[in-house]
């Protein structure tokens, strides 16, 4: 399917695991985006790529690790879960300037 | 003090009003502007978008960028139960690097009645 996919939909994992959100697009948009959504605290960005191999920090950053080896994918990795990284996770993905999203990751660390 | 700040509402209003949303924002370099529709459980779609100053109309929605007050607004006419979301605005300064990174407000959410 043409768009921006996210997997899995839904994951309940434990503190400690580690956990990875997958990302693909079929648009070869040259930027995507990990962005985490709380409430109160609004849309906030984990990690960008501007092209593939080239990943850089967001606001919020630590404890997560990205990869972009293709332009399609941009996998995003919770290295060690904590409670604190319950959250809904959105990938997005952008040739210009507006940035299209996935469906998003509903993340719940027990 | 946020580089952009945006009411959250909740906003109620009868189906049929025209609605305003808002965002001030601080950093006199944002020349990108967008208004993203987000529902419940579901990834925010862009609405619309704008580029420096001036108004945008598509349908019953209008943007709106007013860069010497450093205000943006979203205006929905003939509001229906369907456009019950939470608006979020978002911008940013250029197109490159760093500056491609979006600022986004913290939404405001609307209801419409029928």
């Known amino acids: 399917d043409a768009g921006i996919t996210q997997s899995p939909r839904y994951k309940i994992t434990e503190t400690g695991r580690q956990v990875t959100l997958m990302c693909h697009q079929t648009?070869?948009?040259?930027?995507m985006f990990w962005y985490r959504q709380d409430l109160g605290h609004g849309l906030r960005l984990i990690y960008y790529?501007?092209?593939?191999?080239?990943?850089d920090k967001g606001e919020v950053p630590d404890g997560y690790v990205v990869s972009r080896s293709k332009t399609e994918n941009f996998p995003l990795t919770l290295e060690s879960a904590t409670r604190s990284q319950t959250s809904v996770y959105f990938c997005?993905?952008?040739?210009?300037?507006?940035?299209?999203f996935g469906p998003g990751t509903r993340l719940t660390v027990l | 003090q946020k580089e952009v700040e945006q009411d959250p509402g909740p906003l109620s209003v009868p189906e049929g009003a025209i609605v305003s949303l808002n965002c001030t924002y601080s950093?006199?370099?944002?020349?990108?502007f967008m208004w993203y529709r987000q529902y419940s459980r579901k990834g925010p779609e862009l609405l619309m978008y704008?580029?420096s100053s001036g108004n945008k109309e598509d349908g019953r929605f209008t943007a709106q960028v007013d860069k010497s007050s450093k205000y943006i607004s979203l205006f929905i006419r003939d509001s229906q139960p369907s456009d019950s979301a939470t608006y979020l605005c978002?911008?940013?300064?250029?197109?490159?690097?760093?500056?491609?990174?979006?600022?986004w407000g913290l939404g405001t959410s609307l209801a419409v009645n029928p």
């Open positions: 997005a993905s952008s040739q210009y300037n507006e940035q299209f």
């Open positions: 648009w070869s948009h040259s930027y």
């Open positions: 790529s501007a092209a593939a191999d080239i990943t």
């Open positions: 950093n006199s370099a944002f020349q990108y």
């Open positions: 704008t580029y």
């Open positions: 978002a911008m940013s300064a250029g197109n490159a690097g760093n500056n491609r990174k979006l600022i």
